[in-house]
């Protein structure tokens, strides 16, 4: 998946943290490859840091469904997917 900047909210004071320069943001996740494989885990990650998403904006949220339809063509290895072709024909 790409990577995004999304605007998070401190559930406790209600702090926003919108640097948009990021470089005194109090919330940094999912800078490894792969942390987080799905958006409930990272909020749930956000939220046990005491954070949390405010609704993603419309643009951010459609790439975001446009990099899992993405993702979910590549999960499959090209060999399975050869080989399923060739099942089919052979029938």
């Known amino acids: 998946m790409s990577r995004y900047?999304?605007?998070?909210?401190?559930t406790a004071s209600h702090h926003a943290d919108p640097d948009a320069?990021?470089?005194?943001?109090?919330l940094w996740l999912g800078t490894d490859f792969?942390?987080?494989e799905?958006?409930?885990q990272l909020r749930t990650a956000a939220i046990a840091r005491g954070f949390d998403f405010i609704p993603l904006a419309s643009g951010i949220l459609h790439k975001l469904l446009d990099d899992h339809a993405r993702e979910?063509?590549?999960?499959?290895s090209d060999t399975i997917i050869q080989d399923l072709l060739e099942r089919?024909?052979?029938?």
């Open 38 to 40: 799905t958006l409930s």
């Open 5 to 10: 900047t999304i605007t998070v909210t401190r």
């Open 88 to 91: 089919a024909s052979a029938r």
């Open 72 to 76: 979910a063509h590549h999960a499959v």
């Open 34 to 36: 792969r942390e987080f």
């Open 21 to 26: 320069s990021g470089e005194d943001l109090e």
